[in-house]
């Protein structure tokens, strides 16, 4: 039987319908930078041309992990244990974060099992650098300072005046709940009464993210002025507030 005109039409119809899965999307941002202490939203949306979709299962899951998930009766599991919640609304399974911890950053996926088919996509979710607290003050007669939720990692510079020390002080890292580090170092001398400044450098953006300043302490506790003159003993400051102080010091 010959090729005739009206096979070739079938066979153009055939290649230009759309399938059921071609028809179906499913929508996530490819990537999402979270602030520290900023409550982050997954999306991820199902949508069709053709009428009738029905979800069977619905879910995000990171590596082997799963989050949260829905199924055919629009029934939200939440499945592990950490500060999210789940949200679902008209084909939009929502994960969302509190406050992304560092052992959460990464690739997240979505998948989709609906009567029109199969459909999964991801999205990369990145924690920006910094985020906690400094505290500076003198223990036993030697400089120590103490960075606290770091992210990712950091190394710590000490200064005497405006001369940078080298080799002069011990630096100890520990993993806390979430994957923050906590950073403590110490200088290996005691302190000479002149003021030293401890900074923490990200190795990963190229700059200081936090400093302060570690005096010697000349008060006590209840000693010490409430006006804020004189020498002042443990310093604790926000992130925020102590870029100026190194840029100053780059600058000498």
């Known amino acids: 039987m010959g090729f005739t005109a009206l096979h070739l039409l079938l066979w153009l119809l055939a290649a230009s319908t759309p399938t059921a899965q071609e028809m179906l999307s499913l929508h996530v941002t490819p990537k999402i930078s979270a602030a520290c202490g900023q409550q982050v939203t997954l999306d991820c949306e199902v949508s069709s041309s053709q009428h009738g979709l029905s979800i069977k299962h619905m879910q995000w899951y990171q590596n082997n992990t799963s ?105 100890i890292e520990d993993v806390e709940d979430g994957g923050w580090l906590t950073i403590r170092s110490y200088m290996e001398r005691k302190s000479s009464g002149v003021s030293y400044n401890c900074s923490l450098w990200s190795t990963k953006i190229g700059r200081y993210i936090a400093s302060t300043l570690v005096e010697k302490e000349e008060f006590s506790p209840r000693e010490r002025p409430l006006n804020g003159t004189g020498s002042q003993g443990p310093m604790r400051t926000s992130w925020c507030f102590t870029i100026l102080t190194v840029f100053l010091l780059k600058l000498l």
Not at 87 to 108: A, D, K, N
Not at 128 to 141: A, F, P, R, T, Y
């Open 67 to 171: 989050y949260c998930s829905v199924n055919s009766e629009e029934t939200v599991t939440k499945e592990h244990q950490s500060s999210f919640r789940c949200e679902y609304q008209q084909g939009r399974l929502s994960l969302i974060f509190t406050e992304v911890q560092p052992m959460e950053s990464g690739t997240f996926r979505c998948k989709l099992h609906s009567n029109k088919g199969a459909k999964d996509g991801s999205t990369i979710l990145e924690l920006q650098d910094g985020c906690g607290q400094v505290e500076g003050l003198i223990k036993d007669g030697y400089p120590t300072c103490t960075f606290t939720r770091v992210y990712p990692d950091g190394e710590v510079h000490w200064f005497h005046g405006s001369k940078r020390l080298h080799g002069e002080h011990k630096t």
